[in-house]
């Protein structure tokens, strides 16, 4: 089995690492931030740098909470490329723009090895369980030698295409779903202000065209009150504009106009301000409330 080096074990990525150790590969580990005492009594080798955990790796994976942190991981001083072998493979599991994912794509192929984007949908829970969905960007030959290894962190793992299409894939989803959010939350706002019972509104439009797999899992949320991530499923807002970030970028880089992403990204700025970073994408429904003086409860 080939050794793997995995940088970035906060609350996702430790989870990761130990499904990887039980599944028999061995793991070099190591976090700038984290200790990472309980992964190397579980049985991972820990590492001093990034570049000593891919000094030591044939396969490199990084999961880390924004492109910055990542670029800093890899390009940075005692970074991964500056330990890469010939023929290694970087797996960047985290979220980020088209251009940094290009950037960083060139700059591994600079030294002879080749990076795959394969970022997550889901949450601690899928984490712990294995069940990601990860869908992957870069080249095919080197996809299907890691594809095994995220075999074991997710239950669908998909190639969309060249480097960069994984992220891509991961932002249209972001995009689809926080717009469905925000538009649900915006309609229900106006009926609630009109008088009209939010329960009895959701029973008659469910099972129409209107009615969405989103509104099924958030409304209960919204009218329950509870907009903490402390439940399945569950993508704070803090990442959310995260998305929203690295999608606005990418489609600048593009020359997509993209006027609704745009418009929910200074509603979700105004919840970062107003507290609200930790909150569930249900909590959307909070600046809608807050503008119109009513609130959605059972």
Request: hydrophobic fraction near 45%; charge should be negative; include cysteine.
């Given at each position: 089995?080939?050794?793997?080096?995995?940088?970035?074990?906060?609350?996702?990525?430790?989870?990761?690492?130990?499904?990887?150790?039980?599944?028999?590969?061995?793991?070099?580990?190591?976090?700038?931030?984290?200790?990472?005492?309980?992964l190397v009594s579980f049985g991972a080798?820990?590492?001093?740098?990034?570049?000593?955990?891919?000094?030591?790796?044939?396969?490199?994976?990084?999961?880390?909470?924004?492109?910055?942190?990542?670029?800093?991981?890899?390009?940075?001083?005692?970074?991964?490329?500056?330990?890469?072998?010939?023929?290694?493979?970087?797996?960047?599991?985290?979220?980020?723009?088209?251009?940094?994912?290009?950037?960083?794509?060139?700059?591994?192929?600079?030294?002879?090895?080749?990076?795959?984007?394969?970022?997550?949908?889901?949450?601690?829970?899928?984490?712990?369980?294995?069940?990601?969905?990860?869908?992957?960007?870069?080249?095919?030959?080197?996809?299907?030698?890691?594809?095994?290894?995220?075999?074991?962190?997710?239950?669908?793992?998909?190639?969309?295409?060249?480097?960069?299409?994984?992220?891509?894939?991961?932002?249209?989803?972001?995009?689809?779903?926080?717009?469905?959010?925000?538009?649900?939350?915006?309609?229900?706002?106006?009926?609630?202000?009109?008088?009209?019972?939010?329960?009895?509104?959701?029973?008659?439009?469910?099972?129409?065209?209107?009615?969405?797999?989103?509104?099924?899992?958030?409304?209960?949320?919204i009218l329950d009150g509870n907009f903490?991530?402390s439940f399945k499923p569950g993508f704070?807002?803090?990442?959310?504009?995260?998305?929203?970030?690295?999608?606005?970028?990418?489609?600048?880089?593009?020359?997509?106009?993209?006027?609704?992403?745009?418009?929910?990204?200074?509603?979700?700025?105004?919840?970062?301000?107003?507290?609200?970073?930790?909150?569930?994408?249900?909590?959307?429904?909070?600046?809608?409330?807050?503008?119109?003086?009513?609130?959605?409860?059972?």
């Open positions: 089995m080939a050794i793997i080096g995995f940088i970035g074990l906060g609350n996702i990525g430790r989870p990761m690492a130990k499904n990887l150790i039980k599944a028999g590969y061995k793991l070099v580990v190591y976090d700038k931030f984290a200790k990472f005492d309980d080798e820990g590492a001093v740098s990034s570049k000593d955990a891919a000094s030591k790796s044939e396969i490199i994976i990084t999961m880390l909470p924004n492109s910055a942190q990542v670029k800093e991981a890899i390009l940075g001083a005692g970074g991964v490329a500056e330990g890469l072998k010939k023929g290694s493979i970087v797996v960047d599991m985290s979220s980020m723009s088209l251009e940094d994912c290009r950037e960083l794509g060139a700059a591994i192929e600079a030294r002879n090895s080749s990076l795959i984007d394969a970022p997550v949908s889901g949450g601690e829970a899928e984490a712990a369980e294995g069940t990601f969905t990860i869908i992957a960007g870069g080249e095919k030959a080197a996809f299907e030698k890691v594809k095994p290894i995220l075999s074991k962190l997710g239950s669908r793992v998909v190639l969309a295409g060249s480097l960069g299409a994984g992220n891509i894939v991961k932002l249209v989803n972001q995009i689809i779903t926080s717009l469905n959010i925000a538009s649900l939350s915006e309609a229900f706002v106006l009926a609630a202000k009109a008088g009209v019972n939010p329960n009895l509104l959701y029973s008659a439009i469910k099972d129409g065209p209107a009615g969405s797999k989103v509104m099924d899992e958030k409304l209960p949320m903490k991530c704070n807002i803090e990442l959310l504009i995260n998305d929203l970030q690295n999608a606005v970028h990418s489609a600048n880089d593009l020359g997509v106009s993209m006027p609704l992403t745009t418009s929910l990204m200074e509603i979700v700025q105004w919840l970062m301000v107003d507290g609200m970073a930790s909150d569930d994408q249900s909590a959307l429904v909070r600046y809608y409330e807050k503008h119109a003086k009513v609130e959605l409860r059972k």
